[in-house]
């Protein structure tokens, strides 16, 4: 559940994000479209804390995270506009970088909830290759999942735009996020995978997540739950959730 209450989002004097107020219930897909600059960009930002609110709150699942951007950061899951890849490394490695990350979170966590820190040599190294079975499946999957299961060793370079941009939207899927924020993340494809990464973020909504997108696309607006157009950082709503 994302709730969103009288944000706004500036930028020195430029406000991004007028007092706009919203929610998303898991299960829903929200879209959001509206012209160039209007600020569909920086409202996800906001929801994924990676811009400050200059005032109003961001709530995932109940906790505020306006106040701390790190607190929800598991929790959010942003398939940035332009797909946010690191060019030189592969398709695969690109995947395995937050769910590595995630993965080191956990450790630490059990850690500080009472694991010793020394267990014995064995046990360590049976966790660190179930870890990384988990991870690589998880990323073999999510691969296959927008139709690059071949792909996997490719450098993000090699790669078109628009596998790039299924490359993003499989490391976004391969979190599991209980919010998922998906910005453009179709601008660049044909219509099959348009369908294919629309389908796929419908069901990450059927297992839980709150989804939003930002997007030019009517037909996408159109397919989602709910709809609201944004203009110079005010949201308007044309179909509620
Ligand atoms: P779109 O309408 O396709 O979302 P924009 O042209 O509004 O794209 O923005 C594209 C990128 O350029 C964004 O990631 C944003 O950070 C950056 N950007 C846009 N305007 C500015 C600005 N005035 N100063 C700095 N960066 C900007
Ligand atoms: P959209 O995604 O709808 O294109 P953005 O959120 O990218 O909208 O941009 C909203 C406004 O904020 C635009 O006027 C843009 O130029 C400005 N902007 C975006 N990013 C930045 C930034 N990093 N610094 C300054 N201004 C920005």
New binding site residues.
């Given amino acids: 559940m994302i709730t969103v209450t009288n944000l706004t989002v500036a ?1 020195d004097e ?1 406000v ?1 994000v007028a007092d706009v107020s919203l929610r998303v219930p898991p299960g829903c897909v929200l879209a959001v479209s ?10 996800l930002w906001a929801i994924a804390g990676a811009v400050a609110a200059r005032s109003g709150t961001v709530e995932v699942d109940g906790l505020t995270i306006t106040d701390r951007p790190g607190a929800a950061a598991h929790r959010v899951v942003l398939i940035p ?1 332009g797909n946010g890849l690191a060019r030189v490394l592969t398709a695969r490695e690109n995947l395995s970088m937050p769910l590595l990350a995630d993965r080191a979170l956990i450790g630490v966590l059990n850690r500080r909830r009472g694991g010793s820190g020394d267990e014995p040599e064995y046990e360590r190294e049976d966790e660190r290759s179930h870890a990384l079975d988990t991870v690589d499946r998880t990323i073999a999957k999510a691969l296959a999942d927008v139709g690059l299961e071949d792909s996997g060793d490719h450098l993000v370079e090699e790669l078109s735009g628009g596998e790039q941009q299924r490359v993003a939207v499989a490391r976004g899927i391969a979190q599991h996020g209980r919010v998922i924020l998906a ?1 453009e993340s179709t601008s660049e494809l044909d219509s099959t995978n348009r369908e294919r990464v629309l389908n796929l973020l419908r069901r990450e909504a059927d297992r839980g997540a709150a989804v939003i997108i ?1 997007t030019h696309d009517p037909n996408v607006a159109a397919g989602a739950d709910g709809h609201a157009t ?1 203009d110079e ?1 005010h949201l308007t709503w044309e179909r509620r959730l």
């Fill in positions: 930028y430029l991004a509206g012209p160039s600059g209007a600020g569909k960009s920086s409202l506009q910005d930002a944004m950082g």
